[in-house]
């Protein structure tokens, strides 16, 4: 049975300082990664014989505004399927180069995952077989999910962005 602590020392061993944090939330890991080594780090977890985390359950995009130079990133959440042990990757780059390898090679359900992504938050999935739009209009010019527009209509009063967690 895996435990956080032996996949943590496993990641640790194989990828060294390329293991930029780690934490606990809810008795999962999240293990932070350079956007150029999560690819790697992905491999690795689904064919190393003891992790065999080898399920994309998820694949989101993240936007922190006030993170300077790392205001973009994507989480990927891998699972081995006869423990239920369960893992989230995070990779951050700056929104001025929203770039990441595509993981379709290692999980073909990425494609589409990753499809929504650059969709709603301009991420740019380097290798990806087809990344065009997948809801949005294909003229549009714009990342809707981007945290860089009001929630409220400006001309009310009685709401403000801070009650929304911005």
């Given at each position: 049975?895996?435990?956080?602590?032996?996949?943590?020392?496993?990641?640790?061993?194989?990828?060294?300082?390329?293991?930029?944090?780690?934490?606990?939330?809810?008795?999962?890991?999240?293990?932070?990664?350079?956007?150029?080594?999560?690819?790697?780090?992905?491999?690795?977890l689904?064919?190393?014989?003891?992790?065999?985390?080898?399920?994309?359950?998820?694949?989101?995009?993240?936007?922190?505004?006030?993170?300077?130079?790392?205001?973009?990133g994507?989480?990927?959440?891998?699972?081995?399927?006869?423990?239920?042990?369960?893992?989230?990757?995070?990779?951050?780059f700056?929104i001025?180069?929203?770039?990441?390898n595509?993981?379709?090679?290692?999980?073909?359900?990425?494609?589409?995952?990753?499809?929504?992504?650059?969709?709603?938050?301009?991420?740019?999935?380097?290798?990806?077989?087809?990344?065009?739009?997948?809801?949005?209009?294909?003229?549009?010019?714009?990342?809707?999910?981007?945290?860089?527009?009001?929630l409220?209509?400006?001309?009310?009063?009685?709401?403000?962005?801070?009650?929304?967690?911005?």
């Amino acid at each position: 049975m895996l435990n956080n602590e032996e996949v943590l020392n496993e990641l640790k061993a194989q990828f060294g300082d390329k293991i930029l944090s780690s934490k606990l939330d809810y008795d999962t890991l999240i293990v932070d990664v350079p956007s150029n080594s999560a690819y790697a780090v992905l491999e690795f977890l689904k064919n190393q014989p003891s992790l065999k985390l080898n399920f994309l359950t998820t694949l989101c995009g993240l936007h922190f505004p006030d993170h300077s130079g790392a205001e973009l990133g994507v989480m990927y959440q891998v699972k081995n399927l006869v423990s239920g042990y369960s893992l989230r990757l995070k990779s951050y780059f700056p929104i001025t180069n929203p770039k990441i390898n595509s993981v379709t090679g290692l999980f073909p359900s990425a494609n589409w995952m990753e499809r929504q992504e650059y969709d709603f938050f301009g991420i740019e999935f380097e290798g990806h077989p087809d990344l065009r739009r997948i809801l949005n209009v294909d003229d549009m010019d714009y990342f809707p999910m981007r945290k860089e527009y009001r929630l409220e209509d400006g001309t009310r009063d009685d709401k403000e962005d801070k009650y929304f967690g911005r």
